[in-house]
T-cell receptor, first 114, second 111 residues
Framework: NAGVTQTPKFRVLKTGQSMTLLCAQDMNHEYMYWYRQDPGMGLRLIHY???????AKGEVPDGYNVSRLKKQNFLLGLESAAPSQTSVYFC?????????????FGEGSRLTVL | AQRVTQPEKLLSVFKGAPVELKCNYSYSGSPELFWYVQYSRQRLQLLLR??SRESIKGFTADLNKGETSFHLKKPFAQEEDSAMYYC?????????????FGQGTTLQVKP
């Protein structure tokens, strides 16, 4: 039972490069989220999705794009990476039906932008 | 504005001592509050939610609407409680998975 899987787990980029983080969940959850975790700032929501084909901005969306072409996948893209995007990125999913507020998290992806 | 504040970055206690991790929130409505925990080399996971009023691993948290607080308490800390703890607020009725997190508090339980 994999739950939420993120790839890659580590990545180093140069300023201006682009990359995509992939999140996959096997729990048939409707809702998916991308958070970033920074020291002293907790987790901040970047973008989220309430269903296949839909996305919405969170608290810190600038510099990121997302896509939800399939229910089980949620992609986070950085078109032109900046050092300020150095962070640990967490994907999470939750059930609309149960709607308990419980998020299921991936293991995190550590991104360094030089 | 909706906000969650955890005033302590680090809380260090000895094994067997009581623990209280503070959480204050700002929300104009009926809040749904949660505590999440991240143990070393493990995923962030739900510890407890205020609506279920349960005790998990000896931890409890009571919602105090007058003081807008949701402090996490345990009477006797154990070394295995050492972890990062996040208080979180549901910011969207109908989509309670959209959470606003506090800054996090690292709990260190010394032997």
């Amino acid at each position: 039972n994999a739950g939420v899987t993120q790839t890659p787990k580590f990545r180093v980029l140069k300023t201006g490069q682009s990359m995509t983080l992939l999140c996959a969940q096997d729990m048939n959850h409707e809702y998916m989220y991308w958070y970033r975790q920074d020291p002293g700032m907790g987790l901040r929501l970047i973008h989220y999705s309430v269903g296949e084909g839909t996305t919405a901005k969170g608290e810190v969306p600038d510099g990121y794009n997302v896509s939800r072409l399939k229910k089980q996948n949620f992609l986070l893209g950085l078109e032109s990476a900046a050092p300020s995007q150095t962070s640990v990125y967490f994907c999470a999913s939750s059930s609309r039906v149960q709607n308990t507020g419980e998020l299921f998290f991936g293991e995190g992806s550590r991104l360094t932008v030089l | 504005a909706q906000r969650v504040t955890q005033p302590e970055k680090l809380l260090s206690v000895f094994k067997g001592a009581p623990v209280e991790l503070k959480c204050n929130y700002s929300y104009s409505g009926s809040p749904e509050l949660f505590w999440y925990v991240q143990y070393s080399r493990q995923r962030l996971q739900l510890l407890l939610r205020h609506i279920s009023r349960e005790s998990i691993k000896g931890f409890t948290a009571d919602l105090n609407k007058g003081e807008t607080s949701f402090h996490l308490k345990k009477p006797f800390a154990q070394e295995e409680d050492s972890a990062m703890y996040y208080c979180a607020l549901s910011g969207a009725p109908g989509n309670t998975g959209k959470l606003i997190f506090g800054q996090g508090t690292t709990l260190q339980v010394k032997p």
